[in-house]
């Protein structure tokens, strides 16, 4: 009996023992979006679980990515956890300059992470970086515009229904607008969009050859139709709207339709942001009926460069930061439409969100999503809105450059298409394909 | 004025290379204070040389290092040593030329607005008035806003077509918002940039113009001669100088402006300068081989920029 | 007669001036301003100048985001003391520049601004491996030796024109009475030129306290400056002008006064030699 206790007595002092004499101060790189702002004031909690303290470098997006990038090619070993997405982590995976997260407790229940998601930050099987939330992309919509429109949104439309309604939505005199679409320079901004988009006309960046195809009649077709949709019925200065300004755009009641990141439907559906927070409807982002929706896949994930001491101390937080413990301890915070969507099976079978209104066309949309086969013709790489090789960020960067100035009105599609043809096939060549 | 006499002097006796001690017995005194002084001159001179000497040869030695190679960290790193390549790849792009002319237009137009306005500007606040000195501080103020914070300001309050303030003041005149980092991308450009060295330029030219003798300006009015007379044949060469100093500073920061392009276009819309350009190959594109190469030539650029100044307006710097 | 015509002008230069200096002051003006509404005042249509429920909620928000606190110390001492240190380098060699000036004089000054011509993303990579190697990475005197380099050439400028304008035979008369060099360069010099060391002292302050390439791509958590702090509130998702504003006002405000505090002394100090 005594002894019994001896023993217990024993164990929790070496665990605490453990605990404390490994505590740690772990940097962490994020961007700062909402709910990664929100994760951050949260830190106590693991700080109370785990002992570990935590620096938090919060950069905005590019200003991480520069900052990310630089310090893992370098192996500059600043940070113990880096925010990364879908678009690295399979090339950093498989340099090597990832920890694998191949070891994570059972409780931690790594089977529960969206098969898309789970496929989309691995290499050959090996997971290299925890979700930390995931999207896809989908209309959201203004129910009353709409109905004022006499039309009514099916669950997965046509680009021609759609471009119908934008067009009939537009109000120009009192400031509405059919349709925002990013249109900002930018392979993760009207990049990420156009690539998608381009999907579902049957377009593609690169045949199997890694030939240039924007000298092919799909691409020409994507991209009038992208700019005369919104000559007609976008904001003014749509070439300068990324993410960001289109959220607010349509969060102040000036857009009738917006075809972004499924994360948005939580701000464009917050009363305390959103001015049109009841009146908003969802589907899914459109098609030509080629067989291809213009949904893409992206996940924001935590990962652990190669080469940090601290490496279990890392992995306790992304446990912690991606477990489902994590989800309910913001839902009970801050309600479960503020919970970090799209990373795990199980949030999408729970009863308590299913009440919040854009789920299911969340989950739709992730589920329809399929990376490794993403066009109509076949392509030799993986990703939707990107091709996964190490080239693209800088191609596509140039890319959207000429099709915002398209875009603009500053050059002719015609114009835009020759330069991204010859610039990507120049840099192709230079990477050596 | 004494030291204005004495300097020239001072460096014509010492001007003639081979070093000849105590010729002139007049100036034996003098000579061997100078030696002495000469040898600890050096010795001041040389922390400061060797610190900057090395913060140019030790990035410069890795830059003609990297350029050489075909450098890409995303796909192993160093892949052997690749000749001219990356110089000639750089040129040949097609973002090449236009880049050094978005970068000459911003210069070129941040240069004449400074200079101009701020010639304008000194004058007027060197005027008798009420209040000078808070004039002073509001003028200067922008001067101290870090650029990244300026940009943002302009791009995110002012230039937004939707919610910035001059969009809201179109409208209330009943014109169509302007779309201005779209419509007017490198004059937005400029006009921020430019915001922010007005005041430097300012201060620089008030400083001179209050050093310009009154008596002078005086007497010309009394002669009669009209304002624009006075200021063009008195005043301006007054300037002569200060302006050189002004344009000269300014064109060495304004050839590595960065932030109000990264913070605003991106460098869309013609306004991709060579320092964007170089930026989007080493961290975009991760080449750090063509970025290396690309530096090379930006350092040429600026060379040639400096070499036309000196040649232009280099003689006012003398004196 | 003469008077009133005096007072007129008097009169309309400071009305134009006084516009003008608004016109121009009045981006700050209007962040600052902005800081203090909410984010629905920010963007409200019209815009509302004054007359709006002023609120500090947006400060105690970033507050309570980022540790301000740290971001400042962080960027006081990296532009200060990359400033003294430059000094303490440059006051020697512009000495010796303006009193032992040799035919290569010029070129040396010239040299030395040339050396920042070279555009710092050319050299992030190579100086990035350095800083790994020299474990200077996120230190705050890794920053300091690297602005101090950035802007040695202009503190060495800026006090070789002033101590040009030094009179030469102050330093003769001193010497005939025996002074030793450090004597002469220490209780003579140095006195003589403060103000133009004042003015320098305070325009590399600025110039380093707004650097914002090296100083937010060489560091992390520990030595981040008020310039990377920036840089989490920029494009956020959603619109958030009011809290933008209000970290901007943060990030400039201590600028801002020290530069307001000491505007005299700059502005008779920026001078670059230019008067003469």
Known sequence: MFAKYALGAATAISLIAAGSASAETITIATVNNGDMIRMQGLTDDFTAKTGHDVEWVTLEENVLRQRVTTDITTKGGQFDIMTIGMYETPIWGKNGWLVPLDDLPAEYDADDILPAMRGGLSVDGTLYAAPFYGESSMIMYRTDLMEKAGLEM????????????????????????GICLRGKAGWGENMAFLTATANAFGARWFDENWQAQFDQPEWKETLEFYVNLMNDAGPPGASNNGFNENLSLFQQGKCGMWIDATVAASFVTNPNDSTVADKVGFALAPDTGKGK??????????????????????KEFIQWATSKEYIELVAAKEGWANVPPGARTSLYEDPNYKDVPFARMTLESILSADPTNPTVDPVPYVGIQFAAIPEFAGIAGQVGQEFAAALAGQQSVDEALAKAQALTTDEMEAAGY | ??????????????????PKPASQPAAADHQSGTKHARTAARLMMAPAVILLLGWMLVPLTMTLYFSFKKFLPLRGGDLGWVGFDNYVRFVSSSAFWPSVQATLVIVGGVLAITV??????AILLNQPMWGR???????????????????????????????????HVWRAFGAEPLVWLTEASTQSIILIVSW?????????????????????????????????????????????????????????????????????????????????????????SQNIGLGSAGGVYAIILANIVAIFLMRIVGKNLDA | MARAITSQRKALNTALAWGV??????????????????????????????????????????????????????????????????????VPAAWSMAFVPSKRTKDILLWMLSTKMLPAVGVLYPIYLLFIKLGLLDTKIGLVIVLMLINLPIIVWMLYTYFKEIPGEILEAARMDGATLREEVLYILTPMAIPGIASTLLLNVILAWNEAFWTLNLTAAKAAPLTAFIASYSSPEGLFYAKLSAASTMAIAPILILGWFSQKQLVSGLTFGAVK
């Open chain 3, 21 to 90: 200096g608004l016109l121009i002051f009045f981006p700050i003006l209007w962040t600052i301003l902005t800081s203090f509404k909410t984010e629905a005042q920010a963007i409200s249509d019209p815009p509302v100048f004054l007359f709006f429920d002023w609120t500090l909620e947006n400060y105690s928000v970033v507050q309570e985001r980022s540790n301000y606190g740290r971001f400042l110390w962080n960027s006081i001492i990296i532009a200060g003391g990359s400033t003294i240190l430059g000094i303490i380098i440059a």
């Open chain 2, 133 to 167: 000195g808070v004039v002073r501080i509001l003028v200067i103020a922008p001067f101290f806003v870090m650029p990244t914070v300026s940009a943002l300001v302009w791009k995110n309050m002012f230039m937004d077509p939707v919610n910035g303030l001059l969009a």
């Open chain 1, 293 to 314: 929706r213009g949904n893409w896949l992206w996940a924001w994930a935590l990962g652990i460069p190669a080469g940090t001491q601290k490496t279990d101390a890392a």
């Open chain 1, 154 to 177: 099916p669950d997965a439309p046509t680009w021609e229904f759609v471009a119908e309604a934008a067009r009939a939505m537009t109000d120009k005199d009192n400031g509405i607008y």
């Open chain 2, 116 to 121: 101009v306005l701020g010639v304008l500007l």
């Open chain 2, 196 to 284: 922010q060295w007005l005041p430097f330029a300012m201060l620089i030219l008030l400083t001179a113009i209050q050093s310009l003798d009154s008596e002078q300006l005086e007497a010309a009015e009394m002669d009669g001669a009209p304002p624009v007379k006075r200021f063009a044949y008195i005043t301006l060469p007054h300037l002569s100088r200060a302006i050189t100093v002004v344009v000269l500073i300014q064109t060495i920061f304004l050839l590595s402006i960065f932030a109000e392009i990264f913070v605003t276009t991106q460098g869309a819309f013609g306004t991709k300068t060579l320092t964007y350009l170089i930026f989007q190959r080493v961290l975009e």
């Open chain 2, 1 to 18: 004025m004494a030291t204005q006499h004495s300097q020239p002097a001072d460096r014509l006796t010492m001007a003639p290379p081979a």
